[in-house]
C-alpha cells in the first residue's frame, strides 16, 4: 500500500503533511466498511486491516518526523490539538494532514458514518472517508487465584476452582483503522459548529479559578505570592503540592502561567517514568519546559486565547529539545526501553501534551465539543460566533443556542 505525502502552507507558513491511502474509500464503501469491518466494494481493491493500520501508522511516523524540523510544524499540531482535544495526539495529526492534503478546512468535528445518521445527518456522496486509529477491545472477567496472581478469562467463562472475581474489565487486544468523516462532508439537521479562536474576550477571572479547580483535584494548592523562585513567574513543588504563581503578573499573565504550571503537575511528577526515558522530566528542564508550555498553549487555544507570541521562546526550541533528549538518552544508554526514534519521541511528547490537556479541559469546559460529535448533547455551552451548517438564518432561543433543528 503507498503513501502520498503533500506539503501545503497556510497563512502561518506553516506546513501540512497529508497522509492517505491511494485509494480512499468514498461515502458507499465506507458505509459497507462501518457496517461490516473488513467487506470489500465491487471495483475496489480491498485493504486488509493490517495494511491500513501499516499506512497510518508509518504516515503518522512521517508527519512527526517533520514536526521535529520546525516549531511551526509542532504549533500547527497544537492549533488541532485545541479543536479536537478529545481525540488522541496521533489522531489529531491524521485527521488534520488528510484534510488539508484535500485542500479543505480544518476538521472541527467527527464522526463515523452512522454515528452521523443517528444525529440526523448523512454523509454526502462521493466524500472520502477520513481514518484514524481506533483501539480493538474485549470484554473479560479478572481474577485472582489462591497463590495471588491475577489472570484473565472469557466473560462468562467458568472460574478457576478458588480464585476470586475482581470483576470485567475493557482491554485492548489490537489496533483498526477507523473510518470517519467531518461535519464539512456532511448534510442534514442543522448544527451550530464553534469555530476556536475567533469568540469573545475571555474572562481571565473565571478560566483562572477552573485552572486553579484543576490543581486542586490533583492535590496541589495553588498560591499567589511576590515571592520568586530563581527568576521564574510560576514554579510547581512537588514535595509541598504546591503551584507558585508571581502576584507582579497581570490577571491574564496569571492564568498563562497556572495554565504553564499545570503541565508541569500532570506530566512531571516523581513518578515519571516515561519521561525519564528520554529526559522530560523535572531533571531535564529543556523537553518538559516544552511539554509544558504546549499544554498551556493547547488550554488556552481551546478557551479562544491564542499564545503565539508568548510561547514563541519555548516553541522555538521545541526541535532542538527533542534532537537533545535523543543523544542525551542514547549517551546514558537507556536500553530497549528507550524510543527508537526522534519521531518516536516526537510521538510521545504529543500523546503526553494532549493527554495532558484533554485532562484540563475535561474541568475547564471550553467552548466547542472537542472534536467529537458525541459530546455534543453532553457540551452545549458554544459561544459565538460560530458557523451553521446546513442552516443560513438562524434563529434565535431564549434557552440558549440552537444545537439542531428540523
Known amino acids: 500500500m503507498g503513501i502520498r505525502r503533500v506539503v501545503l502552507a497556510d497563512s502561518k507558513e506553516a506546513w501540512r503533511v497529508a497522509v492517505v491511502a491511494p485509494e480512499s474509500e468514498d461515502v458507499a464503501s465506507s458505509a459497507v466498511a462501518d457496517a461490516a469491518p473488513g467487506a470489500g466494494v465491487a471495483g475496489k481493491p480491498r485493504v486488509t486491516p493490517e495494511e491500513r493500520i501499516a499506512a497510518l501508522t508509518d504516515g503518522l511516523h512521517q508527519i512527526l518526523e517533520e514536526a521535529v524540523e520546525s516549531p511551526s510544524h509542532w504549533q500547527v499540531l497544537l492549533d488541532a490539538s485545541a479543536t479536537l482535544w478529545r481525540y488522541s495526539g496521533g489522531n489529531v495529526a491524521l485527521l488534520t494532514m488528510q484534510m488539508a492534503q484535500r485542500g479543505t478546512e480544518e476538521p472541527t468535528l467527527v464522526?463515523?458514518?452512522?454515528?452521523?445518521?443517528?444525529?440526523?445527518?448523512?454523509?454526502?456522496?462521493?466524500?472520502?472517508?477520513?481514518?484514524?486509529?481506533?483501539?480493538?477491545?474485549?470484554?473479560?472477567?479478572?481474577?485472582?487465584?489462591?497463590?495471588?496472581?491475577?489472570?484473565?478469562?472469557?466473560?462468562?467463562?467458568?472460574?478457576?476452582?478458588?480464585?476470586?472475581?475482581?470483576?470485567?474489565?475493557?482491554?485492548?487486544?489490537?489496533?483498526?483503522?477507523?473510518?470517519?468523516?467531518?461535519?464539512?462532508?456532511?448534510?442534514?439537521?442543522?448544527?451550530?459548529?464553534?469555530?476556536?479562536?475567533?469568540?469573545?474576550?475571555?474572562?481571565?477571572?473565571?478560566?483562572?479559578?477552573?485552572?486553579?479547580?484543576?490543581?486542586?483535584?490533583?492535590?496541589?494548592?495553588?498560591?499567589?505570592?511576590?515571592?520568586?523562585?530563581?527568576?521564574?513567574?510560576?514554579?510547581?513543588?512537588?514535595?509541598?503540592?504546591?503551584?507558585?504563581?508571581?502576584?507582579?503578573?497581570?490577571?491574564?499573565?496569571?492564568?498563562?502561567?497556572?495554565?504553564?504550571?499545570?503541565?508541569?503537575?500532570?506530566?512531571?511528577?516523581?513518578?515519571?517514568?516515561?519521561?525519564?526515558?528520554?529526559?522530560?522530566?523535572?531533571?531535564?528542564?529543556?523537553?518538559?519546559?516544552?511539554?509544558?508550555?504546549?499544554?498551556?498553549?493547547?488550554?488556552?487555544?481551546?478557551?479562544?486565547?491564542?499564545?503565539?507570541?508568548?510561547?514563541?521562546?519555548?516553541?522555538?526550541?521545541?526541535?532542538?529539545?527533542?534532537?537533545?533528549?535523543?543523544?542525551?538518552?542514547l549517551a546514558h544508554g537507556a536500553g530497549s526501553k528507550l524510543p527508537g526514534s526522534r519521531a518516536d519521541i516526537a510521538k510521545s511528547v504529543l500523546g503526553r501534551v494532549t493527554a495532558a490537556s484533554k485532562g484540563i479541559l475535561e474541568i475547564t469546559n471550553p467552548p466547542g465539543f472537542g472534536g467529537k460529535i458525541s459530546a455534543v448533547d453532553a457540551n452545549p455551552r458554544i459561544n459565538p460566533p460560530a458557523s451553521y451548517v446546513g442552516l443560513e438564518q438562524p434563529s434565535g432561543s431564549v434557552d440558549g443556542p440552537v444545537m439542531a433543528g428540523p
Open 111 to 329: 464522526a463515523g458514518y452512522k454515528e452521523w445518521e443517528r444525529h440526523g445527518r448523512t454523509v454526502l456522496r462521493g466524500e472520502h472517508a477520513l481514518w484514524v486509529i481506533a483501539p480493538r477491545t474485549s470484554r473479560v472477567q479478572q481474577v485472582t487465584l489462591p497463590d495471588g496472581t491475577r489472570q484473565r478469562i472469557p466473560v462468562g467463562g467458568q472460574l478457576p476452582p478458588g480464585a476470586a472475581d475482581d470483576g470485567k474489565k475493557t482491554v485492548i487486544t489490537g489496533w483498526r483503522g477507523q473510518a470517519v468523516f467531518d461535519v464539512s462532508q456532511t448534510e442534514g439537521a442543522p448544527l451550530l459548529v464553534p469555530r476556536s479562536g475567533d469568540g469573545p474576550e475571555v474572562n481571565a477571572a473565571e478560566l483562572w479559578r477552573s485552572l486553579e479547580a484543576v490543581a486542586v483535584s490533583h492535590g496541589f494548592d495553588v498560591d499567589v505570592t511576590e515571592a520568586q523562585y530563581g527568576l521564574t513567574s510560576g514554579f510547581t513543588d512537588f514535595s509541598q503540592r504546591r503551584v507558585q504563581v508571581g502576584a507582579w503578573l497581570s490577571p491574564e499573565e496569571r492564568t498563562a502561567v497556572l495554565a504553564h504550571e499545570l503541565g508541569h503537575v500532570l506530566l512531571h511528577g516523581p513518578d515519571d517514568d516515561v519521561g525519564r526515558l528520554y529526559g522530560s522530566s523535572a531533571d531535564h528542564r529543556g523537553l518538559a519546559e516544552v511539554e509544558a508550555e504546549s499544554v498551556a498553549y493547547t488550554v488556552l487555544r481551546a478557551h479562544g486565547i491564542d499564545r503565539g507570541p508568548q510561547s514563541a521562546t519555548y516553541l522555538a526550541g521545541w526541535a532542538d529539545a527533542v534532537i537533545e533528549a535523543e543523544n542525551d538518552a
